[in-house]
């Protein structure tokens, strides 16, 4: 592998992990295997600190195809707990409310997906990168201010059930660039006419990079000893 003339590489992103401290970590290991101090190294889409799954990084000259991979269709997995909604739209936050949910049939669920196809109108969350007159919108939130976001237009390509057991829904989401899948449990939960927010969240695929293809920070670690030469 050439780092510097550039290379591709697919990650599965562990959960907890920030996609910048991925970066860290690969930028690290390959700045040490070639006894180089700056490499360059970025990542294309950020993952959610409690998302895991592709995570696509370049190094060396390959980072001009960062938008190239950024703009590909993405495949989500995402598990939706009902009756109940955060803050953050997701686990980072307590429960702030809880709505009734014994309501919801699946063919309540299968009807009212059918919104979220094609093109629509996404507000993003609060707690969120956006940056509202230069500054991150998750800066505001957390200091208790608040922020008025603007609705971005996206495109969700397929929305399909993939579980149904109150009050979980489990769904597998195909969309667009700038689709925040915790803001699609928010507006799914207020079209049930009850709340909801994401409970766990696995990207399958950008573009043709599927999770299968990916490696794990251990196994690229492993990779780059095999390709230092002996002493």
């Known amino acids: 592998m050439d780092f510097i003339q550039g290379e591709v590489l697919f990650f599965n992103k562990p959960l907890h992990w920030t996609s910048f401290s991925l970066v860290n970590k690969v930028r690290w290991l390959i700045s040490r295997h070639l006894k180089v101090k700056k490499i360059k190294v970025g ?9 895991s ?7 060396g ?8 991979f950024q703009y590909q269709t993405k495949e989500y997995i995402a598990t939706l707990e009902l009756g109940a909604t955060t803050p953050s739209f997701d686990l980072e936050k307590e429960v702030d409310a809880r709505y009734p949910f014994e309501h919801i049939t699946r063919e309540m669920v ?25 500054k991150r919108a998750y800066d505001y939130a957390r200091e ?32 667009s660039k700038g689709t925040y ?17 994401l409970t766990g969240l696995i990207r399958t695929r950008i573009g043709e990079c599927t999770l299968d293809k990916c490696i794990s920070v251990e196994q690229f670690q492993e990779m780059l000893q095999t390709m230092q030469p002996e002493n």
């Open 53 to 59: 799954g592709v995570l696509i990084i370049c190094t």
């Open 43 to 51: 990542h294309a889409g950020t993952l959610d600190p409690l998302a």
């Open 110 to 134: 299968d009807e009212r997906l059918k919104r979220f196809v094609g093109t629509i109108q996404q507000v993003p969350p609060v707690f969120s990168a956006v940056k509202v007159e230069g």
């Open 181 to 197: 899948i915790r803001a699609l449990a928010r507006d799914i939960g207020i079209a049930l006419d009850s709340g909801a927010h």
């Open 61 to 68: 000259k390959a980072t001009k195809q960062i938008d190239t």
């Open 144 to 175: 208790g201010q608040d922020v008025e976001l603007k609705a971005k237009t996206l495109v969700i390509d397929e929305l399909e059930v993939l579980e149904f057991a109150l009050p979980i829904l489990k769904i597998r989401v195909v969309c």
